[in-house]
């Protein structure tokens, strides 16, 4: 009941403060030509005075008075008319703020507004989130304003401000995490996106010795492969940089999907792409077609393929090697959801008490993807 008693009263006000300058244009407009013949008036007893003291002669006295005369007559006339009823002059209007504007209000309300819905804090928001990201978000920067040194908390958030686009937010979080929980190959791997993000793709040293840092602790990993040669090539230094290239060709498999990237460097250094086979098994045609594409077309011909296994596996899910490749095919494009969701549907076909469902958590926990819950 208070609910709506607070909306009448803020209907009222509003409406009043609409109707304000209305109801208020009629007076203010016969106040300002009350004072104009006021002033008029005043100017007749002003040319009496100067006509018998003879500061003017009587023929500029009668001219002067005559141009006074018209135009209070003027004022005269004009100031009488609001006196006459106004017929629609603002009535629409008046009728628009009084009766439609809160029937369409209540109307839109009563429709997609929840009038049943309990008042809740920020603090009972903070509380339970749900499924709200940015109150996620903001409950853990809260707590760890509150607990900087919390570093499964930094963890958690650098690949949200990632995804989010908050650049600077991110690298401290990757730091912050790194610092307090040491490096890891998913860690040092998420601090190289977000760096070769922030530098527009360019090598710089500091993502280089970022680079060296990953690749030590995972040797094989094929981003920070293909990196390095980038920078090699960025700095000009084709040789070193085809053979870095090359060498990732050799060791990726035949439908790796980031094989078609690697190729398009070694054609750009002078080298001989290594054959493909991506995940679809295009024809000839196919691949003549892909070598003509943008580095974008042929991101796209690449998740086009990684789809088309994934509808394989949706069909005959009895299929180990499938699921491992579709797996990692989506931690190469950097898509963690479906990742995570070809992980589960997975071990829904190969459990993880088993061989096989083994080999499937060993190759998430490799590329980073979050296992908790999966495994009961």
């Keep these: 009941m208070i609910f709506w008693i607070l909306v009448a009263a803020m209907t009222a006000a509003v409406a009043a403060v609409l109707l304000y300058p209305l109801l208020r244009g009629a007076k203010a407009a016969a106040d300002d030509r009350a004072g104009e013949a006021a002033v008029y008036r005043d100017q007749l007893r002003e040319l009496d ?19 006074i005369g018209r135009r209070l007559i003027a004022v005269s ?105 040491g490096p890891t190959a998913a860690r040092l791997d998420g601090l190289t996106e977000t760096l070769m993000k922030r530098s527009d793709g360019a090598v710089t040293e500091e993502i280089t010795a970022v680079l060296k840092q990953l690749l030590q602790s995972e040797p094989d990993n094929p981003r920070g492969r293909f990196y390095m040669a980038l920078g090699l090539e960025q700095a000009g230094q084709k040789e070193q940089a085809l053979a870095g290239f090359e060498e990732l060709a050799k060791a990726s498999a035949p439908d790796a999907p980031w094989l078609p990237l690697v190729n398009e460097h070694i054609t750009r250094n002078g080298g001989t792409p290594a054959q493909a086979q991506p995940l679809g098994n295009p024809t000839q045609a196919d691949v003549a077609a892909a070598e003509q594409m943008s580095s974008g077309d042929r991101q796209q011909m690449v998740k086009g393929m990684v789809e088309s296994l994934n509808a394989k596996l949706t069909e005959n899910p009895d299929n180990l090697e499938g699921w491992l490749r579709l797996i990692r095919s989506y931690a190469v494009l950097n898509d963690k959801d479906n990742a995570v969701d070809a992980l589960k549907r997975g071990l829904a076909t190969f459990p993880a008490n088993g061989d096989k469902g083994k080999q499937l958590l060993a190759l998430a926990n490799e590329l980073g993807i979050a296992t908790e819950g999966l495994t009961e």
């Design 77 to 181: 006339g004009v100031a009488s008319e609001p006196s006459k009823p106004r017929v629609g002059r603002h009535l629409f209007t008046e009728v628009f703020v009084l009766l439609l504007l809160p029937l369409v209000g209540l109307c839109l309300y009563v429709t997609m507004g929840r009038p049943d819905l309990p008042s809740q804090p920020l603090q009972a928001r903070l509380e339970h989130p749900g499924n709200d990201l940015a109150i996620l978000v903001s409950k853990a920067e809260r707590h760890l304003a509150e607990n900087p040194d919390d570093g499964k908390g930094w963890d958690v958030l650098a690949p949200i401000y990632y995804s989010t686009m908050r650049i600077d937010d991110a690298e401290l979080a990757y730091r912050n995490a790194i610092r307090l929980l």
């Design 49 to 67: 005075r100067d006509l018998s003291g003879g500061l003017i002669s009587t023929e500029e006295a009668e001219y002067a008075r005559a141009e």
